[in-house]
Structure formats: structure tokens, C-alpha cells
């Protein structure tokens, strides 16, 4: 049996995949027996539900005007005080107690809500439905972070504006940094501001586990008072909700964390590790996706792929291969154009083969190999960006295409012409003569008849796999030739291979 090829080292773990692959998506299986007992209970709840809440409303519009009459929400503003401060506090905390009774929400709260002067920011997590605003009520009204489009809607445009929200514009290119310098000097304000009350995951989850949490809570580097939300009951959408008896929501508040020097310097550190404390009292795990993930949901399925092709964990994906949204989407594109004809948005080696107009051969069952990082003979779109970004784009060096460039370029006159094209192709990869025309007429962009070295250079920096084919088909050649020199010595064979193949851990040589 021949010697098998050995890998420099195993797969990194980090890069494996999270402990929950979508948390973006609520799976609500309801049995026969709950939708009758729902709509027979809807039927009589839901008509006395919307006339308590309109009344309620009716109320508390006027009331939320009177406060916010001739405040400033821009510019050199000030937190409420006097009347108005009392008036949020206590008939708008009053008011929005009714609105959530008329929908049948009762409240359990536990631990203690500490005052802003030890605590200014309250960290809520995990955000999964609109019903969370809950927990401003019970925190007292605080301030939020809030789009400046939500000051503009009908009725609950006004009640936003009594919690003198931190307002971000989308339109402003400067709203970032605008709002964490705002958040920064409410926070920082000793009390003279009411606390600010931030949902750090930045979107909406399944509760399923805890994702990134955005930077903006942490950056001041003040206590952050950590809040946890739980919805024992399992029915949370709008209609189902107001078809129960009643709706049981938990609210706790655990003790403060006070940053470290160190945390205080690293803002992304202080939210992990105010996050590892939320998800161990939650019980569940925590994963690297972000608001940008959902993004990518969205583009796959714009991109008829499964939109659950677009999760990939951006946080880490970004972090440890330095890349931004723009490269990602970039790659989701020639993944799609490979995955549009299969189903399921995974890629098989045939349909691999099949876009890279090349048989399967070894070379390619071997690059594949590298793709297929959890050996279920499928690329998905994850495994495909780490695949391109650590084998494929070091391996497409100006060396290396040089390199290829010549061993094509037969009798080297920095041109390579259509026979000399063929002719390696078909001995070295075994490419049929119609895949070989076609790769030719890609390559040969100005349709001259011969590839120049520009062409070639400019065709791999869009298709950087065919430099890893390349490279990978050199490095079997030189196994191949070990074989033959040595044949039956085993032990030192796997040596030289590992030694010789030191780019297929390429991944794995990155810090966590």
C-alpha cells in the first residue's frame, strides 16, 4: 500500500464550526393541539386585548407629548429633570406596565437594578423580539440607542423621544463615532444622566446562544450592570402571544462588572468576558456571528443559494483572516456560481470540477480535500472563504505564476500559444480538448491567439484556486518522485511530504 501523504497539523479549532449554526432563525413548531387551543382562546383574547392596548395608547400619546413639549432631542441637550424627569419616570413606567398587562405579559423580575452612579450602561442580552422594550420599563425609562427614522413614526415616534434616546443616522457618515462619543459622556456624566440602556448584539437572535457583542456599551470603559431576558413560554410572536392566557417574561439583573485595567484598555475583551458571564447564566453557548452575518443571509438568498449558506461567523472570519464585508460578499458571488445548479448551497467535487472546466483528478481531489475541512465530501460557503483566503490567494504569488507561466511556455518567448496551452493540460491534468478551449478563450482576453504573462497574472487573480491546483499538482509530482527514489520507506517519505507542504496549515499558523 503506498505511503500516504501527512499534513504539518491538524485542522485549527477555532475555525470549526459554532455550536449553533444559524441563531438568526425561529423554528416555531406548533402541534395540532396548541393552534385550536390558540384560536379558540384568540377568538375572545385578542379583540379585548386590542381595545385595552388602544386605550392604554389613547392615554399615554398626550402624556408622552406634554413631556417632550419643547425638548430638545439635538444639539446641546440636556437630561429631563424636575416635572418631566418625574412624569417618565413614574406615569410613563405606569403606563407602559398597562400597555404590556393588556397583553397579557407578566413580568418576573429578579436580582437588584443598581443607580447609574455605579452602573451607567445596562447590557441587555439576548434580543429576540420587539416585546424586549419590556425591559426599559422595568429599568425605569433609561436612555437607549435608537435610528433617528423611529423618531418619525406614528404614536411610538413620541414615546421614543421621552427616553432621550442616543440618536444614529445612517445618512451621517460620521454617526459612529458620534454615538459612541455620545454614549461615552452620558456615561461618564457621574449620574447627572439616567442610565443607557444597550441590546449589544446589535439584532435580533433565537436565543439559542449569545453572538458578538458590538463594541459601543464597552469603549467607555465605565461598570456595565449585565441583564438577562427569559420567555419560558415558547410561543413570542405577535398573534400566538396575545392568544395565551398569559405571557411570562423574567428579567435579571446580575451583579456589576467592574472593568479591569486590561478590560478597560480592550473593549473587545470586556465584552467577551461580559458576555461569557451572561451566557453561563443563561446556559448557553456563545458564537462569532454578527449583524453582518444576517447581511450575508439576505445576499444568499438573493443569490437563490439557502440563505443559511451566508452564515459564517463574521466576527472570527473577519478577525483572523483579515477580511471586511466587502471581501466576503465578493467571495459569496463566485461561490454562488459555482453552487447555483446544486441544492443545498454545498458543492460536491464533481460540481467543483465541473466550474473549474477540469476533470477530477488528483490534484483537484487533493485541493478539494483542503477545502472540505470537515471531511463530509461537501464544500459549504464557509469552508470555500477559508479555503480561498489561507490556500488559495498565498499560493497566487507572482513567483508562483511565473513559475507556471514557464513550465507552459515551452520555448520560453513570454508567450504561451494554444498548443503549448493543450499540450500540458492534457498530459499534466488530463483536461478534455473542449474544457481546454474554453479556459484558453478566458485567459486569452484580448482573443490574440497566446496567453501573455499579463493575461495569465490577471485571469489567477480572479480565480486564485488554479495557482493552489498548480502547486498542489507540483507538490504530488515531487511526492511522486520521492515514491520512486525510495519506494517502502515509509517513515521517511511522511517526513518529507509533511516538511514539503508547509501552506496546507496555513490556517492553522493563525492566532486565535
Known amino acids: ?21 444559524n441563531p438568526f432563525v425561529q423554528d416555531t413548531k406548533l402541534t395540532t393541539a396548541t393552534i385550536i387551543k390558540c384560536v379558540l382562546l ?32 439635538k444639539g446641546a441637550v440636556e437630561p429631563m429633570t424636575g416635572w418631566r424627569r418625574f412624569m417618565c419616570r413614574r406615569v410613563m413606567a405606569a403606563l407602559g406596565r398597562a400597555y404590556y398587562f393588556s397583553m397579557g405579559f407578566r413580568v418576573v423580575v429578579k436580582g437588584k437594578q443598581v443607580d447609574s452612579s455605579e452602573a451607567p450602561i445596562l447590557a441587555v442580552a439576548p434580543h429576540s423580539t420587539f416585546f424586549d422594550g419590556i425591559v426599559c420599563i422595568v429599568a425605569g425609562l433609561p436612555s437607549t440607542v435608537s435610528r433617528v ?56 437572535t433565537n436565543r439559542s446562544c449569545l453572538i458578538t457583542f458590538k463594541q459601543g456599551a464597552f469603549i467607555p470603559g465605565v461598570p456595565v450592570q449585565p441583564v438577562i431576558m427569559r420567555y419560558p413560554n415558547k410561543l413570542t410572536l405577535l398573534l400566538l402571544t396575545l392568544s395565551q392566557l398569559y405571557t411570562t417574561v423574567e428579567i435579571e439583573f446580575l451583579p456589576t462588572h467592574n472593568p479591569t485595567e486590561e478590560e478597560k484598555k480592550s473593549p473587545h475583551l470586556y465584552a467577551n468576558r461580559v458576555r461569557e458571564t451572561m451566557a453561563q447564566a443563561l446556559g448557553v453557548p456563545v458564537t ?25 461567523e463574521f466576527t472570527k472570519i ?37 466550474f473549474l472546466k477540469l476533470p477530477v483528478n488528483p490534484a483537484l481531489e487533493e485541493l478539494f480535500a483542503l477545502f472540505d475541512r470537515n471531511g463530509d ?33 515551452t520555448d520560453e518567448d513570454e508567450k504561451i500559444t494554444r498548443e503549448e496551452f493543450t499540450s500540458l493540460l492534457r498530459s499534466a491534468l488530463c483536461v478534455s480538448n473542449l474544457n481546454m478551449a474554453k479556459l484558453f478563450k478566458e485567459i486569452d482576453a484580448d482573443g490574440s491567439g497566446f496567453i501573455t504573462f499579463t493575461e495569465f497574472q490577471s485571469f489567477a487573480t480572479v480565480h486564485p484556486e488554479y495557482a493552489k491546483l498548480f502547486t498542489t499538482y507540483l507538490e504530488l509530482q515531487r511526492y511522486q518522485a520521492i515514491q520512486e527514489a525510495s519506494p517502502g520507506d515509509l517513515e521517511l517519505t511522511g517526513q518529507t511530504s509533511s516538511e514539503e507542504k508547509p501552506e496546507d496549515s496555513t490556517s492553522d499558523k493563525k492566532d486565535d
Open 318 to 354: 473577519s478577525r483572523k483572516l483579515n477580511l471586511k464585508w466587502d471581501n466576503v460578499k465578493k467571495e459569496l458571488d463566485g461561490f454562488a456560481a459555482m453552487a447555483s445548479s446544486c441544492k443545498g448551497g454545498r458543492i460536491t467535487i464533481e460540481e467543483f470540477a465541473t
Open 377 to 409: 465530501g461537501t464544500i459549504d460557503f464557509r469552508e470555500y472563504v477559508i479555503g480561498v483566503t489561507i490556500l488559495c490567494r498565498p499560493a497566487n504569488t507572482e513567483d508562483v505564476l511565473r513559475m507556471a507561466f514557464q513550465l507552459f511556455d
Open 288 to 312: 462569532d456571528h454578527t449583524y453582518e452575518d444576517c447581511r450575508l443571509m439576505i445576499s444568499a438568498g438573493e443569490l437563490t443559494l439557502p440563505m443559511e449558506a451566508g452564515l459564517v
Open 149 to 204: 427614522e423611529n423618531l418619525e413614526a406614528p404614536i411610538f415616534g413620541r414615546l421614543v423621544r421621552c427616553l432621550q434616546p442616543v440618536l444614529v443616522s445612517r445618512k451621517d457618515p460620521d454617526s459612529r463615532k458620534n454615538t459612541i462619543q455620545e454614549i461615552e459622556s452620558r456615561a461618564k456624566s457621574g449620574g447627572h444622566w439616567p442610565q443607557v440602556l444597550i441590546f449589544p448584539e446589535g439584532t435580533c
Open 1 to 21: 500500500m503506498p505511503p500516504q501523504r501527512v499534513f504539518a497539523l491538524p485542522r485549527q479549532q477555532s475555525l470549526l464550526l459554532p455550536a449553533v449554526i
Open 42 to 73: 384568540g377568538i375572545f383574547l385578542v379583540p379585548i386585548r386590542a381595545i385595552l392596548m388602544s386605550l392604554v395608547l389613547m392615554v399615554t400619546w398626550p402624556v408622552a407629548v406634554i413631556i417632550t413639549l419643547n425638548h430638545p432631542l
